[in-house]
């Protein structure tokens, strides 16, 4: 491979930003753009309050909600790295979109707001990142708040995650109180509130501070030298090897909106941040990165970006080689040949046309309802397809079924299309084959609901079955109807499988307490 290429592909960093919403992703987003030039002024990514939107405001849904449904991807340079960053959508009513999205990437950023601590959808989000072995580095938000104690938020990590950790700074108190950070990895103190032109300081051996400064008085100082003597003797050492498996997790302190602490992160995050990773194929072949055949995965389909045109995008991660405008490539599962004439890629506010994309890129394909979730793309006469992304256990259920029975040939289309994109799953009650979806957050029924009208001109009737357990069935054949009620839904999926939906974890110990032998089993 030529060496330009070589180091194209090297230079690029992939990342996604992991956090419960409000803990502060738009905010460290818009001031990482601001120092790779990608914006002019650090605010302008997503103006909730000023009206503006991004061109990932594709659909009403999104307006009228003031929050971005789906995951759209930034790149910029900064210190000779080209960063990609893979949005996650910000709100509460994740989906399985936001899962996927971290199928895409080789680290992950996780944002925790540092009064709040770990909460409920980093966790969930933290489970995908931890399954895949990613490296996972933490920035703790809102310093310039009053929070919980460094020490407790450090305990937290590992408690409730279950991952070690090592701190790269400390803070030097909070709130009002914030002085700086004291950065044990790059051996200097950052002063919050720098009197003239020193903001860093740099620290002896010792630990000490090598020039003077007033700080060094107060009782934050203090403390916070005394909490890393005990990191020191007693915390976890820093080790690159753990890092890149995911295992141990380096946490940077600072405050987003601030921007303290922020290019700090940045700079050393991307020291540490993994090249483009290989990743293996079906006959557990590791496709490299540099290999010189071009393959990617499709890992998100997204619907009417242009509400003029009925279009779709078919976004694709570059596993290996180099993407050409025009290039022909082969969907193995198709057994077909595409030629990639039109195909965009994401820069903040501007989708742009590209023409050259290298492994460790997005790039979005203009697609006329070819291709699915999960789909190889690969050049030349190679068909070999890439490990099939996971499926993810749904958590909420409705009943759907057309207002108008007149428009059920519609109905179904609508649903089937939807389901291949994998905007929803499908399931179905065993004799009556009545519909029942699921989701993995309540926003995807929304926009089921919305693009069944918009698109496929059907009015659709919902009724909630709320929240299930739904687990997959080892030895199906030894499942009997009467083992099924109204605490334990027996159902079938898109591919037939039987599937209990559980009214609760009681429900489900209780059927495994009474049917021992039925061997239950959980997707992602
Ligand atoms: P999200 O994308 O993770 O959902 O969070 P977002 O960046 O929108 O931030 C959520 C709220 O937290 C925003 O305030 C934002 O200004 C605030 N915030 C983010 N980082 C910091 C920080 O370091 N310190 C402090 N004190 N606040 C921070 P908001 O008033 O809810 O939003 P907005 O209306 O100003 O956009």
Redesign the pocket.
């Given at each position: 491979m030529e060496k330009k290429i070589h180091d194209e592909i090297n230079s690029r960093r992939t990342f996604a930003i992991i956090?419960h919403?409000?803990?502060?992703?738009?905010?460290?987003t818009e001031k990482l753009l601001y120092f790779g030039g990608a914006i002019r002024d650090a605010g302008t990514v997503k103006g909730?309050?000023s009206g503006k939107f991004a061109t990932s405001d594709w659909m009403e849904i999104e307006k009228q909600r003031g929050i971005s449904v789906t995951s759209s991807v930034l790149q910029f340079d900064y210190a000779g790295k080209r960063v990609n960053i893979l949005d996650t959508p910000?709100h509460e009513d994740f989906s399985e979109d936001t899962y996927r999205t971290l199928m895409a990437v080789d680290a992950a950023v996780m944002?925790v707001d540092s009064a709040k601590g770990i909460e409920p959808q980093t966790i969930k989000l933290f489970k995908v990142c931890r399954m895949r072995g990613i490296p996972i580095f933490t920035f703790i938000?809102?310093?310039?708040?009053q929070g919980k104690e460094p020490l407790e938020l450090m305990e937290e990590l590992e408690e409730v995650l279950g991952i070690q950790s090592y701190a790269m700074n400390w803070p030097i108190g909070m709130g009002k109180e914030f002085l700086g950070i004291y950065d044990r990895y790059n051996d200097r103190v950052e002063l919050a509130r720098p009197e003239g032109d020193e903001r860093f300081l740099p620290i002896t051996e010792e630990g000490g501070l090598a020039v003077e400064h007033s700080m060094t008085a107060t009782s934050y100082y203090q403390q916070a030298l005394e909490d890393v003597m005990l990191l020191n003797e007693a915390g976890n050492e820093f080790d690159e090897e753990r890092v890149a498996k995911g295992d141990l997790t380096p946490v940077f302190f600072g405050?987003?909106?601030?921007n303290f602490g922020v290019q700090t992160f940045l700079e050393t995050f991307l020291q540490f941040a993994p090249p483009p990773q290989p990743r293996k194929s079906r006959d557990g072949e590791e496709v490299e990165p540099e290999s010189e055949i071009f393959s990617g995965f499709i890992f998100k389909i997204q619907a009417n970006m242009n509400p003029a045109h009925r279009d779709r995008i078919a976004f694709v991660r570059i596993v290996s080689g180099e993407f050409e405008r025009g290039m022909t490539v082969n969907v193995p599962r198709l057994s077909k040949n595409f030629k990639l004439s039109q195909t965009t890629q994401f820069l903040a506010d501007d989708r742009e046309t590209v023409n050259e994309a290298v492994a460790g890129d997005i790039i979005g394909l203009y697609d006329t309802g070819n291709y699915q979730i999960g789909d190889t793309v690969v050049g030349g006469k190679s068909n070999f397809q890439f490990e099939a992304l996971p499926q993810f256990t749904p958590e909420l259920f409705v009943r759907v079924a057309a207002k108008n029975v007149m428009k059920s040939k519609q109905f179904h289309k609508g649903i089937l299309q939807l389901v291949q994109e994998g905007a929803i799953q499908y399931y179905k009650t065993l004799h009556t084959e009545e519909v029942i979806l699921g989701a993995v957050g309540q926003l995807q029924f929304e926009v089921f609901e919305h693009r069944m009208r918009a698109e496929y001109h059907v009015e659709v009737q919902m009724e909630t079955m709320g929240s299930k357990v739904a687990r997959w069935i080892e030895n199906e054949e030894d499942v009997k109807e009467s083992m099924a009620g109204q605490r334990a839904l027996l159902v079938k999926d898109r591919y037939d499988r039987k599937v209990f939906l559980f009214e609760n974890d009681f429900a489900m110990r209780w059927f495994q307490d009474k049917f021992p032998d039925i061997r239950l089993y959980n997707l992602l």
């Open positions: 956090s919403p409000d803990a502060g992703k738009t905010t460290i909730k309050k910000g944002m938000n809102k310093m310039d708040r405050s987003a909106l601030t």
